[in-house]
């Protein structure tokens, strides 16, 4: 398979009411009948990646997209959002890329969605190239591209229109053990398509003010330690409709509380809450009419003195490999003993001036040595 880049390149007709010129291919395949019916997964890697060595599976570091791009993504902080995106520190990147690290999606016959997985992070995400792909009569064509951070588990890549833009939505499981049973929750992302790139646009007020990440989780759980000792949880189920105009996101909270000195008795239902929040696609923003039900309610038990017990990570950071033992030096040989006689003698100091001794030394410990110069 010969894999080529395209530069896109500006034409202008000069013949009036010629038919408008298609848009260029982002990056572009040849391959076989063969290739085309059946890809391997060195493909995708080959076709997405720029610099994939097909003979070892290894992918660039840092990965580059096939346009030349940074494989990069960049949730909002603290100080600079309403809500910080999910917290998390990457994995060491893999040694080569595997079949575990391709995701495929068909729309039509000849369109797919591909996601190719180069960065792993501790609460179960991933981070990848992911394109919008067209098979043709020579091989494969990339109309579409961008980076894509979500979780690999279960997931569903489908794009969806709303307001005349494409949004490219990703949804995956974070799974944890829990009990002696697996406990999956799921989350979304979603990605404007603008052009022929998929962006990770942050949540903004009408201000342009940062809400939060287009970051979606449908299913979560928090736990608070109270001032009284007490333990709050907080359980979230949210649905997400996209319609012709907007996007719709549903929150349903509940809330209760339970004593960590009493374990047999059961959790106490505090409260529960419902909430409905409204994004609408601007032509350079994802617009929400308010903030996450979830985060003002994160808000108000911070305020009133409430610990956050963080959460346990999906995949623990590999332990640092010990610092390398030093090699024990061999000791250095005993001098042999001088006689009282010898030891009288001068002794030369590494200034080059000779200096008697006041007395004779008998003991052959205490014998001056020459300093070189």
């Not at 030891?343 to 300093?371: C, D, I, M, N």
Request: hydrophobic residues 40%.
């Amino acid at each position: 398979m010969r894999r080529t880049l395209l530069v896109p390149i500006v034409a202008l007709s000069l013949l009036a009411g010629c038919a408008t010129v298609p848009k260029p291919a982002m990056c572009f395949a040849e391959a076989g009948p063969n290739a085309r019916s059946f890809p391997a997964p060195d493909v995708w890697f080959a076709l997405l990646l720029h610099g994939y060595d097909q003979d070892t599976g290894a992918a660039p570091r840092p990965a580059v997209d096939c346009a030349g791009a940074p494989v990069w993504w960049q949730d909002p902080v603290a100080d600079e959002c309403h809500e910080a995106g999910p917290d998390s520190l990457p994995l060491p990147p893999p040694e080569k890329l595997t079949e575990g690290d391709l995701v495929l999606e068909t729309l039509q016959a000849n369109r797919r969605l591909v996601w190719v997985i180069t960065r792993r992070f501790t609460n179960g995400e991933a981070l990848g190239p992911v394109a919008l792909v067209e098979t043709t009569e020579q091989g494969f064509r990339v109309d579409a591209l961008g980076s894509l951070r979500a979780m690999p588990k279960n997931t569903k890549l489908r794009l969806e229109h709303v307001s005349g833009t494409d949004l490219l939505v990703a949804e995956g499981d974070a799974c944890i053990a829990e009990g002696g049973e697996e406990v999956c929750r799921r989350h979304a992302r979603i990605l404007p398509l603008r052009r022929n790139r998929f962006f990770s646009e942050s949540v903004s007020d009408k201000a342009r003010a940062c809400q939060g990440a287009a970051w979606f989780p449908l299913a979560r759980e928090q736990l608070f330690e109270l001032p009284n000792k007490l333990q709050r949880k907080f359980e979230l189920t949210s649905t997400i409709t996209f319609n012709a105009n907007d996007i719709s996101v549903q929150e349903q909270v509940q809330v209760s509380d339970s004593d960590p000195s009493q374990p047999n008795v059961a959790p106490r239902l505090y409260r529960r809450a419902q909430d409905v929040r409204t994004l609408v696609v601007a032509e350079n923003a994802l617009v929400g009419n308010k903030a996450s039900l979830w985060s003002r309610m994160m808000e108000q038990q911070v305020r009133i003195g409430a610990r956050i017990v963080p959460e346990k990570p999906i995949f623990a950071m590999p332990a640092k490999p010990p610092p390398a033992k030093e090699e024990a030096q061999a000791p250095a040989p005993a001098e042999p003993a001088k006689t009282p006689a010898e030891a009288a003698k001068t002794a030369t100091t590494a200034a080059g001036k000779t200096v008697a001794p006041s007395k004779p030394t008998p003991a052959p410990e205490a014998t001056a040595k020459q300093a070189g110069p």
